[in-house]
T-cell receptor
Framework: DTGVSQNPRHKITKRGQNVTFRCDPI?????LYWYRQTLGQGPEFLTY????????KSRLLSDRFSAERPKGSFSTLEIQRTEQGDSAMYLC??????????????FGPGTRLTVL | AQKVTQAQTEISVVEKEDVTLDCVYE???????LFWYKQPPSGELVFLIR??????QNEISGRYSWNFQKSTSSFNFTITASQVVDSAVYFC????????????FGTGTRLTIIP
């Protein structure tokens, strides 16, 4: 399967614990995006990378959140000292950026985080 | 700032009826892209269509059609002869420039097709 994959699909943790999610984009895609979706809402942008460079971070991304894409391939999103408000679906998407043309973002299945 | 409004939270129609999902957007950009995504119960967002701000032609794809009106900042989506498999949450989204930037989503419309 050559789509975007995310692991784990589900994560249950206790408040105060750290969690890390992984996203593997479509192999030739140079852009990778993270979004968060809470119940009954649309996805909200968190951050994105072009290759290994993190180009933009939302104000939603507090100091407890950190994302990396060390080799320009897979990405990790870590949440430290989780809070109940962090409970959400975390979505990853990828696209191929080429000058002057549009390429849509393809989404993965998401990681559902529940903080108890 | 960009904003997408989907005023219809939930819609239920009987199978084979036509249904229109509304989307109104706000942006200061002169060049932008509009999208519709479908999110079935499985949760994965499925891309349906994109439209750039320079192309106001309506588009039809099978039972789906889209009406883009720049004058009213609307990008409405119509499903003709609805089917049970159309039941899902539908999101309208907006992006600046060539669409390789972040997507701003609306809150979604939950569509239920009653057999």
């Amino acid at each position: 399967d050559t789509g975007v994959s995310q692991n784990p699909r589900h994560k249950i943790t206790k408040r105060g614990q750290n969690v890390t999610f992984r996203c593997d984009p479509i192999s030739e895609h140079n852009r990778l995006y993270w979004y968060r979706q809470t119940l009954g809402q649309g996805p909200e942008f968190l951050t994105y990378f072009q290759n290994e460079a993190q180009l933009e971070k939302s104000r939603l991304l507090s100091d407890r959140f950190s994302a990396e894409r060390p080799k320009g391939s897979f990405s990790t999103l870590e949440i430290q000292r989780t809070e109940q408000g962090d409970s959400a679906m975390y979505l990853c998407a990828s696209s191929q950026m080429t000058s002057g043309s549009y390429n849509e973002q393809f989404f993965g299945p998401g990681t559902r985080l529940t903080v108890l | 700032a960009q904003k997408v409004t989907q005023a219809q939270t939930e819609i239920s129609v009987v199978e084979k009826e036509d249904v229109t999902l509304d989307c109104v957007y706000e942006t200061r950009d002169t060049t932008y892209y509009l999208f519709w995504y479908k999110q079935p119960p499985s949760g994965e967002l499925v891309f349906l269509i994109r439209r750039n701000s320079f192309d106001e032609q309506n588009e039809i794809s099978g039972r789906y059609s889209w009406n883009f009106q720049k004058s009213t900042s609307s990008f409405n989506f119509t499903i003709t002869a609805s089917q049970v498999v159309d039941s899902a949450v539908y999101f309208c989204a907006l992006s600046a420039n060539f669409g390789n930037e972040k997507l701003t989503f609306g809150t979604g419309t939950r569509l239920t097709i009653i057999p």
